[in-house]
């Protein structure tokens, strides 16, 4: 699963996404 955020993440379209995923987990 992380590394489909970092793809995720590397992409433009995916970017806020990824933070809001990465948000849900507490990451940030």
């Not at 590394?3 to 806020?16: C, F, N, Q, T």
Request: glycine share 14%.
């Amino acid at each position: 699963m992380a590394d489909i955020l970092v793809i995720a993440g590397l992409s433009g379209a995916g970017r806020s996404q990824a933070a809001d995923d990465l948000e849900d987990l507490g990451w940030f």
